[in-house]
């Protein structure tokens, strides 16, 4: 969750919420000022989690691909067809 909340547009997001909240709250008072605010926050908290979920699974795909590698011993023929 944490490299999902490094991204610097959901930071300005954040800001901007919560700018939204105040003037919200300053416009039309407490009891519905904050909606438009709290709403931003829920988008950046759907979208961390769905970042963070995605994240999550494709590190479990790869850890489990880097499993089924082995390390093969393969010999090489150099030089079989005339190279100098």
Known sequence: M???LD????????IAAFFTIITGIVAN???EGWIEGASIYIAILI??????GN???KDKQFVNLF?????ETIAV???KYGAT
């Open 67 to 71: 499993s089924l590698v082995k390390d």
């Open 47 to 52: 979208i961390v989690l769905i970042t963070s």
């Open 7 to 14: 991204n610097r547009i959901l930071l300005y997001l954040a």
């Open 2 to 4: 944490k490299e999902a």
């Open 77 to 79: 023929i150099r030089g």
């Open 29 to 31: 008072g407490w009891k």
């Open 55 to 57: 994240d999550y699974v």
